[in-house]
């Protein structure tokens, strides 16, 4: 778990016509943090009212936001514009992709011989490449890059 913010006093935000983020509170120093709907979660208090794996909203470009239903307003007593104190954390992903399930993927799509062809740092390089991308799909997307690499190797 990474700390986002501890006992920050931030807005409850009131904007109609939002759906379920008609009532919400913009984390600041957010906006770097990748990942789609869904993915993202949070945990923490918002005026020591426990918050459990929450979503963050990703808007392109600004800090998350966190949606505070009528349940959690009517237990800390707030509304849209008034102050609440927060702490939260992101939540890690159980699934980051393995080694080993980078080397299963090579050998399914017939290319491990050619990875395994490459010297140990050109191996390091490629593996620590595909595990260090800041989502699912960025590291699909360079495992794939990878993949069309060694066949294009495998062809001549």
Do not use: C
Request: proline letters at 3%; charged letters at 30%.
């Amino acid at each position: 778990m990474n700390l986002l913010l501890k006992d920050k006093q931030l807005e409850l935000k009131y904007e109609p016509g939002k759906g379920a983020w008609t009532y919400h509170v913009q984390i600041p120093n957010t906006k770097h943090i990748v990942g789609k709907w869904g993915s993202l979660k949070a945990a923490g208090t918002i005026d020591n009212y426990p918050l459990e794996k929450i979503n963050l909203f990703t808007i392109s470009g600004q800090d998350k936001l966190i949606s505070i239903n009528e349940k959690i307003r009517k237990a800390i007593n707030k509304t849209g514009g008034d102050k609440v104190k927060i702490t939260l954390y992101l939540l890690t992903p159980n699934q980051q992709i393995t080694e080993d399930e980078i080397l299963e993927t090579f050998s399914q799509s017939g290319v491990l011989e050619v990875f395994e062809s490459l010297t140990e740092d050109e191996k390091k390089r490629i593996i620590e490449e595909i595990k260090t991308q800041k989502s699912e799909e960025k590291q699909v997307k360079t495992l794939s890059k990878f993949i069309n690499q060694f066949n294009l190797s495998n062809e001549n």
